[in-house]
């Protein structure tokens, strides 16, 4: 996918955006929903598609979050800790699957 940016956009705007950049709301619902039948066990096998697709999805917008996050802290010239730390209070990913890989905390490896 092609990311469009209006030529007068600076670089740190760019950046940021990439950064702040989430799943649309009603993806969003949707994607809490699947995770809310995945822990009742609930989800059905096509749901359950769904979910490893929507994680997928955002797992490849946390590389291009972290991608960005590298190039902002090269552009302010700060550690990259800074530009975390920045950002932090504002992500809301998927916390409780960090650290185990999403799709093993799925039950999908």
Known sequence: MLDFWPPTQTPDKRLTAIIQRRLPSQDQARLNALRQRLQDETITDLERQELLTFVDRVEAMDVKRAEAMVQLAQLRNVDLNIIIQ???????????????????????V
Do not use: M, N, T
Request: hydrophobic share 40%; net charge positive.
């Open 86 to 108: 920045e950002f932090l209070s504002k992500s809301q990913p998927f916390q409780d699957f960090r650290g185990v890989g999403r799709r093993a905390a799925l039950g999908v």
